[in-house]
């Protein structure tokens, strides 16, 4: 993995952020994603967060020996307290939970007053960010599902204001298979739910074999809900 080359995940990222954006990669992990965008002359500037040392330090090391310090600043915190309110207006968030992500947002709500788009990548529960979005005023305008390396991404990108616009026949389908991945129906997201439902079936089962509660029982109601809902799209 180099500036040169991007994995298909951060590639699609990648693909999302407007040329010319001042961007703020949150989890950058080994800055990757604005190394390539700043190297491929994408972007001019880019700001590398990380809140974990060793990131953090990995990040620096290969800003540096590409000699990027310039115009790549790597800073330590947790979220979106690595920037000042008007410093970016893209930010970035990949390779995290989906809960993870909408609470990152959620904490840092104040910092994303002059941000015109979010890119986000979450490796699972991209309803937690969907849910996020919605009541916060955010739209999504594209989703993305791709395979790489036998796992299954989403990519999710929001900009301000027409936040119920995709969900407009079915709003709970909306938020838990993603309205415009629906839409498509392509083969990696029917993998992805033909996967998914098979992994609740296994959890039904357990649970009809659970000693009875009331919290096993709404688990299995909630678990039939979200089954009935994919299967409606498996079947089409």
Not at 52 to 68: I, T, W
Not at 129 to 139: A, F, P, S, V
């Amino acid at each position: 993995m180099n500036s040169e080359k991007l994995s298909k995940r951060l590639e699609t990222v990648a693909k999302y952020v407007p040329v010319g954006a001042r961007l703020a990669d949150i989890g950058s992990d080994h800055a990757y994603l604005p190394c390539y965008l700043v190297s491929n002359g994408l972007i001019s500037h880019a700001i590398a967060g990380e809140v974990v040392e060793g990131p953090y330090q990995s990040a620096k090391r290969h800003v540096e020996e590409l000699g990027l310090f310039q115009k790549i600043l790597v800073r330590k915190g947790d979220g979106l307290e690595v920037i000042q309110p008007g410093e970016v207006d893209i930010i970035s968030i990949a390779g995290m939970g989906g809960s993870l992500i909408a609470s990152i947002l959620e904490q840092g709500k104040e910092k994303l007053e002059q941000v015109k788009r979010l890119v986000l990548q979450p490796n699972i529960s991209a309803i937690s960010i969907r849910e996020w979005l919605l009541d916060n005023g955010w739209g999504l305008i594209i989703e993305e599902i791709i395979e790489e390396d036998d796992k299954i991404y989403e990519i999710l990108v929001a900009e301000r204001g027409n936040e119920h616009e995709p969900y407009q026949n079915n709003l709970e389908q909306g938020l838990l298979l993603g309205p415009y991945l629906l839409q498509e129906n392509n083969p990696v997201f029917r993998k992805k739910w033909q996967m998914e439902k098979e992994t609740w079936l296994k959890i039904l089962n357990q649970l009809q074999h659970a000693s009875p509660s009331s919290q096993n029982e709404d688990k299995r109601q909630e678990l039939l809900k979200k089954i009935k809902l994919v299967e409606e799209i498996l079947e089409k």
